[in-house]
């Protein structure tokens, strides 16, 4: 059952490895099937060194285990949240990256300083509100995914693809799981690079013209970065 999607997710987790986003079992990636309404994402706890993509877990969008013996990640309820409010996603991330986790930690969204953030995300990358005590004890990774689409408000999730939750993350995600490992590399440099900048000087933010002519050369139907197909 969705064998290849279950190859993709299984290689996008090992890529959040390669490109050194994830600590030991930290991190998550799962990949959404349109068409049969089930999810594919990293089993909890297993080890990336040692998993397999037989071992990746498919579930439907109730988190009922549709095939695997293995427990799914416990950030399930998270992805399947994101996936219900936005069917333009196919590949959702979660990891704790050391910048942008940082910038989670102390509550602060990621200015838009420059044009290496201008060309991926279309302003800040914005920071959710903290959670109750009632919200983290009932439900806290379902109520994880409501706080991002909160903060999100009706947006195009694909024009700023990654939130920071408060105290604890980032998520980012795409149209595939590769899109959505794609973000995370891209939001953890553009994290540092903030981090960097605010340690230098007080920042300013980047003109509005120079945003929209970065992000707008390499996004939307009027794009001319990279070769024309």
């Not at 190859?7 to 990949?31: C, H, I, P, Q």
């Not at 200015?111 to 060309?119: E, N, R």
């Not at 973000?183 to 230098?200: G, M, Q």
Request: glycine content about 8%.
């Amino acid at each position: 059952m969705l064998e290849k999607l279950k190859e993709d997710v299984f290689r996008a987790n090992l890529d959040l490895v390669k490109y050194g986003m994830v600590t030991m079992t930290f991190g998550n990636v799962s990949g959404f099937d349109r068409a049969s309404g089930l999810m594919v994402i990293k089993p909890s706890g297993i080890s990336y060194s040692e998993m397999t993509a037989a071992e990746m877990v498919v579930t439907d969008l109730d988190g009922n285990v549709v095939e695997g013996i293995l427990d799914p990640s416990t950030d399930t309820p998270t992805h399947l949240a994101l996936y219900t409010a936005y069917p333009q996603l196919g590949g959702v991330v979660h990891t704790h990256s050391t910048y942008a986790t940082a910038w989670a930690q102390a509550g602060k969204p990621i200015p838009c300083l420059g044009t290496t953030h201008a060309d991926y995300f279309f302003g800040p990358v914005p920071v959710t509100r903290r959670l109750t005590d009632v919200e983290t004890g009932r439900e806290y990774e379902y109520n994880t995914g409501m706080v991002i689409t909160e903060v999100l408000s009706g947006n195009d999730p694909l024009t700023v693809p990654a939130v920071l939750v408060n105290s604890h993350g980032p998520f980012t995600w795409g149209a595939t799981p590769a899109a959505a490992v794609h973000n995370a590399v891209i939001l953890e440099e553009v994290a540092r690079i903030a981090a960097i900048t605010v340690s230098i000087a007080p920042p300013l933010e980047i003109d509005r013209h120079l945003l929209e002519r970065h992000y707008l050369r390499k996004h939307g139907k009027d794009a001319y970065y990279g070769q024309k197909k």
